[in-house]
């Protein structure tokens, strides 16, 4: 396996997304570098236990090759639905502050609350 | 201000590193991992009759996880509705896109083939690549192109939203009451009772058809409400 595999891949677009999620003020975008971290934890678990000569693990008779690991594939759906579910409330919960506000910048909506707070 | 991101960049730089060590650890236990993964391997499809592993896995050996992975679908779903009838309860009419025969005539000739594609990944879950939250999302997003096509209204009025919304729940309910069943016979809940058939063919894998299908139709029905919420409340598809 060379350098540039799924996993090395993998870091770079985890670091990449949680530096997004961090530095970047506007709402939308943080929802975007969370998917990308999702995305990079999803990519990192296929390839841990991706095999050149593996087949995927369908049982069938005339199978030439080992199959692979089963486990982390499994782990793979509850991650996928996990951020479904992240993603959907979390883009309705912008939406509500991007009503009240009507901006998605995160430094301004917290001036503003803090505004509201001292009359 | 200048200090505190300096402050998020070491606490994030910190993270990868944590997150490239504990990868790192990952490769070293790779012996026992591949272990773990031989022993559902080479008794999966005898334990459970289902020739795609990954589905042996996550609705046989590990259905306590995938009860309460729905269980956080439902709830997401129940959160979408719940903030956005929140905020506006009106009931003017949706607004449609433009009406444009290209479309129309897409959605037209792309829906069924879309539905039948569902419906085949959740039936043949079990044997093939699919199952119930993919083949659920696969209908659920056909159900979005006909309301591009022929606007949401029309859709909702046809599916009976309030109604499906029950049922989703009551799916939820049908899946533990299944899962409680043994029990009454004396054996541990998630046992399987059903006999498990011939590898390969469609009767095959025990109950996990029947779990297939059920999340199959739940996930249906929340992809929907979801899309459904959002549209309504956007005013506009």
Not at chain 1, 71 to 95: E, R
Not at chain 2, 172 to 183: E, M
């Amino acid at each position: 396996m060379g350098a540039i595999n799924g996993v090395t891949i993998a870091i770079v677009l985890f670091g990449i997304g949680l530096l997004g999620l961090i530095l970047r003020r506007d709402l939308v975008i943080k929802l975007l570098a969370l998917g990308l971290v999702n995305g990079s934890t999803i990519l990192c678990l296929v390839s841990l236990n991706a095999r050149v000569d593996g087949v995927a693990p369908i049982v069938h008779s005339q199978a030439s090759a080992p199959y692979v690991d089963p486990l982390p594939h499994a782990l793979v759906l509850s991650a996928i639905v996990i951020n479904f579910a992240i993603l959907a409330l979390a883009l309705v919960f912008v939406m509500l502050l991007v009503e009240r506000y009507h901006t998605t910048d995160s430094q301004r909506i917290e001036h503003e609350i803090e505004g509201e707070r001292i009359p | 201000m200048r200090r505190s991101s300096l402050y998020m960049i070491i606490t994030a730089s910190a993270l990868v590193i944590c997150f490239c060590a504990l990868l790192m650890m990952m490769f070293e236990y790779r012996g026992a991992r591949e272990e773990a993964g031989a022993a559902y391997i080479e008794r999966g499809a005898i334990d459970t009759g289902a020739a795609n592993l990954v589905s042996a896995i996550y609705l046989n050996y590990r259905l306590f996880d995938t009860l309460f992975e729905l269980l956080v679908f439902s709830v997401a779903v129940l959160g979408v509705r719940f903030y956005l009838a929140e905020q506006k309860g009106s009931e003017e009419e949706i607004a449609r896109i433009p009406e444009s025969q290209v479309i129309r005539t897409a959605a037209d000739l792309l829906f069924p083939p879309i539905l039948l594609l569902g419906i085949y990944l959740v039936l043949f879950g079990h044997l093939s690549p699919g199952g119930g939250f993919g083949g659920g999302t696969v209908a659920g997003t056909g159900l979005l192109l006909c309301a591009v096509a022929l606007g949401a209204d029309v859709v909702a009025r046809r599916f009976h939203e309030a109604a499906l919304e029950r049922f989703e729940w009551e799916i939820l309910l049908a899946i533990l009451l299944l899962v409680l069943i043994p029990v009454l016979l004396g054996r541990l809940p998630f046992t399987d009772l059903l006999p498990r058939g011939r590898l390969g063919s469609l009767a095959s894998g025990g109950s996990i058809l029947i779990y297939n299908a059920l999340i199959g139709i739940k996930v249906f029905i929340g992809t929907w409400v979801v899309i459904y919420s959002f549209v309504r409340h956007r005013g506009e598809i």
